[in-house]
């Protein structure tokens, strides 16, 4: 017999409706769950199971008592240790951060507490999310449940493996260059990137402000609509977003209807680099589409070749800036404050010991791309191609509705392939990257597993700005051609024991 921690959240939600299943034992199937795998997988930073039942029996009272819930009350949920949390530890995955406790609620966690759903804790992320496989946390990495010796994507690779260990039906993410979507395509999972503005930055810890974009996060494509319906919409306490309704995504994922959507396959984003099996399953699911009804072309996007040139100097400029505020005056980790020191030098031992390399690599480089000297030579010629970029999806969906292409160039990489390389690792982003620049959603779903390792892979899918609902109906149809009995792919892993 199936446990309850191995129920999606839609299923989840109707056996929480009538009344079959209380919160409590959900909750408690997830923690069990969780203190059986989480040694091994190492999802999270941070498990407050007492507060979590608390919740759960909340919302078991109200649901007792005749409460008209929201669908997903009492769902359990995970979330990406990013974002501003009350009454729990917020790291990013760093050692600066490593006690502080935010005073405030960030949007994202107001929303999914006020909609019911129960966060049953905090998940493992590559430092200040930069990285593609979380071995930049420096809390330890997260390993792949596919294959406990292989990365499990970046950098929201905790939010990837919980759902794929199946210690939770549903995550948060955030995506600034694809680390809601690498994690979901290497973890057989489906993570979605919002419009930019779409979902709340505010409590987001920000990387780089004009791209990161929170996101759901969950191991079918009516989970994450379902999610995406409670976390999207117009938040005044975030100046960038967009003040219009979100799109129907949870009808267009009930849809899956493709008859007629014209999808567009990205010449530039396939061939040398691309592993053979994730081109194959590609090419099979685009030709599933097409069987479902869709209308297939190749379409150009030029300049995506310099997407990821530009954006590893975009994002490092906004990070070295936003991430001059953890200066050790404010926030979290203080070295050397002993009354014999400058504040000034204070400061410089905390970020030294207190950031890992990765970071100080990127607040170099964008340091550098900021200064005077080299500002029109390195940072003005990024944000030229980022309209460059603009332009080519705009030329794009004057002929197609969609975009599509693999999600990662390969499958999940063995531990420390790349560490040594920050290029190859870079690398994992190519085609993730043109809808961060850009601003439009995107998402990736699982294609099916590479016949040379048996490794998932991630079919990505690309939508004009607010035009979330295409991402979900081309999810449903892949989902449906894939796999009739419904089950998504990550079911495969259901009774797999995941000790080290
Ligand atoms: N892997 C990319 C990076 O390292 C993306 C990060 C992200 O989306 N937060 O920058």
Redesign the pocket.
């Known amino acids: 017999m199936t446990g309850l921690a191995d129920l999606g959240a839609a299923e989840l939600a109707d056996l929480l409706a009538s009344g079959q299943v209380s919160s409590v034992e959900a909750v408690q199937a997830c923690l069990d769950r969780i203190e059986a795998a989480d040694a091994a997988v190492g999802a999270f930073l941070h498990v407050d199971a007492d507060r979590a039942l608390a919740a759960a029996r909340a919302v078991d009272a109200r649901r007792a008592a005749g409460a008209d819930l929201p669908p997903l009350a009492g769902v359990p949920v995970a979330v990406k240790d990013a974002f501003a949390m009350t009454g729990a530890p917020t790291t990013c995955g760093s050692r600066l951060l490593e006690h502080w406790r935010p005073p405030y609620d960030s949007s994202v966690v107001r929303r999914l507490q006020e909609a019911g759903l129960v966060i049953v804790g905090k998940t493992n992320m ?1 430092e200040f ?4 496989s979380t071995e930049n946390s420096a809390f330890g990495p997260t390993r792949n449940p596919w294959d406990l010796g292989r990365i499990p994507g ?2 929201g690779g905790g939010s990837a493996a919980a759902l794929a260990a199946y210690e939770a039906p549903l995550a948060i993410g ?6 809601i979507r ?1 994690p979901a395509a290497v973890t057989g999972t489906v993570g979605v990137k919002p419009t930019y503005g779409g979902v709340s930055r505010y409590g987001l810890v920000a ?1 780089a402000s004009s791209l990161d974009q929170p996101g759901p996060c969950a191991r079918s494509v009516l989970d994450a609509a379902l999610l995406h319906a409670v976390i999207g919409g117009y938040d005044p306490k975030d100046s960038t977003s967009i003040d219009a309704p979100v799109p129907d995504v949870v009808a267009a994922a009930r849809s899956g209807d493709v008859a007629g959507l014209r999808i567009g396959v990205v010449a530039e984003l396939g061939g040398e680099g691309y592993a053979p099996g994730v081109e194959q399953r590609f090419h099979e699911a685009v030709a599933l589409l097409e069987a479902a009804g869709a209308k297939v072309s190749e379409v150009s996007c030029p300049h995506f070749d310099l997407a990821l040139a530009a954006y590893y100097l975009i ?1 490092p400029s906004e990070a070295s800036s936003n991430l001059a505020r953890f200066d050790a005056m404010r926030y979290g980790l203080r070295v050397g404050d002993d009354g014999s020191r400058s504040a000034e030098q204070v400061m410089r031992l905390s970020r030294a010991r207190g950031f890992g390399d990765e970071v100080k690599r990127r607040v170099i480089l964008g340091t550098y791309a900021l200064s005077s000297g080299y500002f029109d030579a390195y940072y003005g010629s990024a944000q030229k191609v980022r309209t460059l970029i603009g332009q080519d999806f705009t030329a794009a969906f004057e002929r197609v509705d969609v975009l599509v292409s693999p999600t990662c160039p390969t499958t999940a990489w063995p531990f420390g392939e790349r560490l040594a390389d920050p290029l190859s690792m ?1 690398k ?2 190519l085609c993730t990257i043109p809808s ?1 620049l850009a601003g439009g959603p995107a998402a990736s779903f699982p294609a099916g597993l590479a016949p040379e390792d048996g490794l998932p892979v991630g079919f990505h899918v690309m939508a004009p700005p607010l035009a979330e609902d295409r991402l979900y109906l081309v999810g449903t149809a892949l989902e449906r051609a894939l796999e009739p009995s419904g089950a998504p792919l990550a079911a495969r892993l259901v009774g797999k024991e995941l000790t080290l």
């Open positions: 590559d999310a930069m990285g593609s970046g950098s955030s995506d600034t260059g694809g680390s690498q990387m994002m870079y994992a982003d961060n």
